[in-house]
């Protein structure tokens, strides 16, 4: 008897065009012209209806332009070990992830303007900080690669998005996954909790729930003008750029946010980075009307049992007027530590632009 392989969650043409466009490395598949199959992996990129790639005038990417063709890309959202679900079978083991492909023939760009305009796209992606003179098929530095470089894609017409998450898993097992996810505390499974999460709300575990709101254990860059405008007010970040608040979330390995259960607004963030021994807590911030109700604390709690904030030895922040608040989940001032041999000094070196 053939047994059938458990369904993998089909998602949206939208969802996989998303991440063939976010993917730093695209795997290109065809044929050469003897019929032998070629795989390579290129930068892509998407300009309008077309996922692009460049090379070299001449190679197996040329002998592909009019062949069909198969563009793909895939995200690992995590690793399920075994023991997750089943204390001795092996047979649980799997890897979640979504992966998207895109089929069709490979046509060349023969245009200088559209040439030059997909190069660009492609060093926004890819430098994103410029400091380059815009490319441009009329200008002196750029003409001649312009014109020498391959330029080709398939057209985003065929897109399939596939995510297998344990949709095959009882409820009850999923949830238990992302639970143990988070008590595991790896590299990468918050954020798997919080890919799993904000994809099946109904999975939502026991530790992101609080009365009316809502938690969550990562963020998107989305939601930055968000955390910028609640931060608005804090007499901290008085003459910072908002550029700089937001760099500094996407670089911190925990970040945690409470939103309305209701509305969906965002009412409370917290960030802390740590090297394994210390953990620094920053932009702690409650909405001004729901200061007292609750969320500070919950967002506080979740981010010191946090997998990237709970191995610290020693977590540390500082505050100007939010004493009687620290107090209360287990801060102290620093004067008030017992002495020993390895007492810190805290010491501050000013610098950076002002």
Known sequence: MIRMR???HQSSAEEGRALLERAPVVHLATTGEDGHPILRAVHGVVDGDLLAFH???????????????????????????SWFLDPERACPATTYYVSAQVDGVIEEVRDP???ARILQT???KFQPEGRHAPI????????????????????????????????????EERRRVI?????????????????LVRRFPELTPSFLLRDGIRLA????ETELDEIGTLLDDAYWLVGVPRAMVFGAFLASQAVVTARDERTGALVAVAR??????VAWVYDVMVRADLRGSGAGSAVMELLLDHPAVRVARHVRLTTRDAMAFYRRIGFLELDEVPRHASRLVDMVRAGGPT
């Open 6 to 8: 458990k369904p993998i």
């Open 55 to 81: 090379g070299a005038p001449v190679g197996e990417k040329t002998t592909g332009i009019g062949r069909r063709a198969v563009i793909a890309a895939h995200e690992v959202v995590a690793e399920i070990p």
């Open 113 to 115: 303007d559209a040439k």
């Open 122 to 124: 492609m060093m926004r």
């Open 136 to 171: 441009r098929a009329d200008d002196p530095l750029y003409a001649k690669a312009v014109d020498g470089l391959l330029v080709a894609g398939i057209r985003l017409e065929n897109v399939v998005c596939k995510a297998k998450l344990g949709q095959n898993r009882r409820p």
């Open 179 to 195: 639970e143990q996810l988070w008590r595991r505390g790896a590299p990468g499974d918050a954020r798997a909790v919080h890919t």
């Open 217 to 220: 254990c990562a963020i998107d």
């Open 272 to 277: 802390a980075t740590s090297d394994g021994k």
